[in-house]
């Protein structure tokens, strides 16, 4: 029943990642899912963040604005770790409980937490391994612009806003290459995958 962290900067390839490891088999547990899930309309973490960030980060249904708070945040470390503990403590929580519901259907299953800020919150959990899907900055800058269609400086903040890829690096048991072909990426997975089943 090994349990996989895996994780990378923004625009790394994380997600093609997970879905071709969830198409070989894997169980994938979504850490951005349980963080959109605990922030849900009228749920204690929600309501948490409006009474640090105000009301203006909600919109018009009382849902959550991502867009407002990603600009009041991501420009700002502290307020970014004042969200940060709000949040991640709930995320914790949430997905423990997910790892638990996928081992009791399954025993023998793999379970991948696809989590972007491992380092910065998870890094010293049991893991059997650590994955990290790794672009360079400029080639991930470049995905962010041309891709997601964001604004240069946007994107430049959201990368520097996460920990440097050396620190990401430093934790891998493996290092999936993102840089190239989805075909290449795909092949690394695939053999991560049979090394996994086999262990």
Avoid: C
Avoid at 14 to 23: F, N, Q, V
Avoid at 167 to 184: F, N, P, Q, Y
């Amino acid at each position: 029943m090994p349990l996989i962290a895996l994780t990378g900067g923004i625009a790394s390839g994380k997600s093609t990642i997970a879905r071709r490891l969830e198409s070989l088999g894997a169980v994938v547990v979504d850490a951005d899912q349980i963080v959109r899930d605990v922030q849900s309309p009228e749920s204690p973490v929600l309501r948490e963040i409006a009474t640090a960030f105000g009301d203006e980060v909600l919109d018009s249904s009382g849902a959550l604005d991502r867009a407002v708070l990603g600009a009041r945040v991501f420009s700002d470390p502290e307020a970014l770790a004042r969200l940060n503990g709000i949040v991640h403590p709930a995320v914790r929580r949430e997905s423990q409980r997910r790892f638990e519901v996928a081992f009791a259907e399954d025993p023998h299953a793999v379970v991948v937490y696809d989590v972007p800020l491992l380092v910065e919150a998870r890094v010293d959990d049991p893991w059997d391994t650590i994955v990290v899907a790794h672009a360079p900055a400029e080639e991930r800058l470049r995905r962010l612009i041309e891709l997601r269609g964001m604004e240069p400086r946007e994107a430049q903040n959201r990368i520097d806003a996460q920990v440097a890829d050396e620190k990401r690096l430093a934790i891998a048991d493996v290092v999936v290459d993102t840089a190239g072909s989805l075909e290449h990426t795909e092949q690394q997975v695939d053999a991560l995958w049979q090394r996994l089943t086999e262990e």
